[in-house]
T-cell receptor, first 113, second 115 residues
């Protein structure tokens, strides 16, 4: 089977601080990896994705690199803003599971002004 | 159009009511999903329609009944719900097959409260 493990937090930061959220995975084959973000009161939005080893996904100043050797997909942002306060979910999908999404537990991030 | 729409945004119902949640996408996707999400937890998959064929999560109680009238529409019929069914219900859609095709697009959700 497959699974995703991410640090659960909560994480509280000051504006302009560096953010990193660790995510590791287990998979049967060669998964695609995703970070989804959920702002308060909203649905999930795809933040970034990577579909093969060494791919770097990036969006809105966030980055994550698909590391097959360490089975990791850590999310980073160099300078967070109050508007980045949200819940972040790491997820994977692969053919062996009919491309269903497997989510991590989610990490709540709060950025203080 | 890269949007998944859901109605209603909020729903309050009693345990004896019958109601329906609606979801629509116009991206030509052939897979649609219903998820249940409790606060600050990851979404839990309830149902998948792939090319209008249903796949069920066996743990979902029968008081939830999905319907897929066509490839763009997905409904979730609710009957005799329990207070523990109160949650955010999310709809999603995706293309089928291949790494580029398995990204799921989520709607804004319906916030359901069962009294």
């Amino acid at each position: 089977g497959n699974s995703v493990t991410q640090m659960e937090g909560p994480v509280t930061l000051s504006e302009e601080a560096f953010l990193t959220i660790n995510c590791t995975y287990t998979a049967t084959g060669y998964p695609s990896l995703f970070w989804y973000v959920q702002y308060p009161g909203e649905g999930l939005q795809l933040l970034l994705k990577a579909t093969k080893a060494d791919d770097k996904g990036s969006n809105k100043g966030f980055e994550a690199t698909y590391r097959k050797e360490t089975t990791s997909f850590h999310l980073e942002k160099g300078s967070v803003q109050v508007s980045d306060s949200a819940v972040y979910f790491c997820a994977l999908s692969e053919l062996a599971n009919d491309y269903k999404l497997s989510f991590g537990a989610g990490t709540t991030v709060t950025v203080r002004a | 159009d890269t949007e998944v729409t859901q109605t209603p945004k909020h729903l309050v119902m009693g345990m004896t009511n019958k109601k329906s949640l609606k979801c629509e996408q116009h991206m030509g996707h052939r897979a649609m999903y219903w998820y249940k999400q409790k606060a600050k937890k990851p979404p839990e998959l309830m149902f998948v329609y792939s090319y209008e064929k249903l796949s069920i999560n066996e743990s979902v109680p029968s008081r939830f009944s999905p319907e897929c009238p066509n490839s763009s529409l997905l409904n979730l019929h609710l009957h005799a719900l329990q207070p523990e069914d109160s949650a955010l219900y999310l709809c999603a859609s995706s293309q089928i097959g291949g790494p580029a095709g398995n990204e799921q697009f989520f709607g804004p959700g319906t916030r359901l409260t069962v009294l």
